[in-house]
């Protein structure tokens, strides 16, 4: 029994984090939206205990804001915030890059072009979900090859704030993203580190332009 119950605890409180979260960037629960835990844990089918747990790591991690004895709201989408949070992830995937590329076999290469392939027609049919998938799974090789725990666990702290601006500005970002992966990918397939660094670089720097546009809204 002492093994079981810290497990399931968990498991309930990364659930409701990760459902919470996933509304949040995908605006199905809108920016300013005041949150209750009772009423998201009727809805998620937990108790309350861990969708409060969920409520202080997405506080921490900036998509919700709290008062307390007030309340706990969505954060807006504010320019500012997503371009040091991009910044941040940015930098850690040029790390990420630079370790893994020498360590790169043909399998995980076509990984990444077979995720490249679902982005590309996620894209033309407009799949939001689909494409950013299919964009995480690419570079998600990388991450998973580099081995640098540090890196991944930042990279999966801040892009959430970022995915809430490509959401809102996907049609930009996404014909900004479709060439420059296929150019990473071939700077992975020869090997050359530095060019696939560049290359990354330059994909988070359209990311970068995006914020810029939305400062302008």
């Known amino acids: 029994m002492e093994a079981i119950r810290p497990v399931g605890r968990t498991l309930l409180r990364d659930r409701a984090y990760e459902a919470i979260r996933d509304a949040i960037v995908t605006g199905e629960i809108e920016p300013g939206a005041v949150v209750r835990d009772a009423e998201l844990a009727e809805r998620l089918g937990l108790s309350r205990a861990p969708v409060r747990e ?89 991450v998973r090859v580099a081995g640098n725990r540090a890196a991944a666990a930042t990279i999966v702290r801040y892009t959430p704030l970022v995915r809430r601006l490509e959401r809102r500005r996907f049609g930009e970002s996404s014909c900004r993203s479709a060439g420059l992966h296929e150019q990473l990918i071939e700077a992975c397939a020869s090997g050359d580190a530095e060019a696939a660094v560049r290359v990354t670089a330059e994909i988070w720097r359209s990311l970068a332009d995006l914020v810029d546009l939305t400062d302008g809204d």
């Open 54 to 142: 969920a409520f202080s790591r997405l506080v921490d991690e900036g998509l919700l804001e709290s008062k307390p004895q007030s309340y706990t709201r969505v954060t807006p989408l504010v320019a500012a915030d997503v371009r040091d949070a991009a910044a941040v992830v940015g930098a850690m995937h040029e790390l990420v890059t630079r370790v893994a590329v020498p360590r790169l076999f043909a399998a995980d290469v076509q990984a990444m072009r077979t995720a490249n392939e679902r982005f590309a027609a996620a894209v033309g049919a407009g799949d939001v979900d689909g494409a950013l998938a299919a964009d995480d799974a690419l570079h998600d090789v990388l």
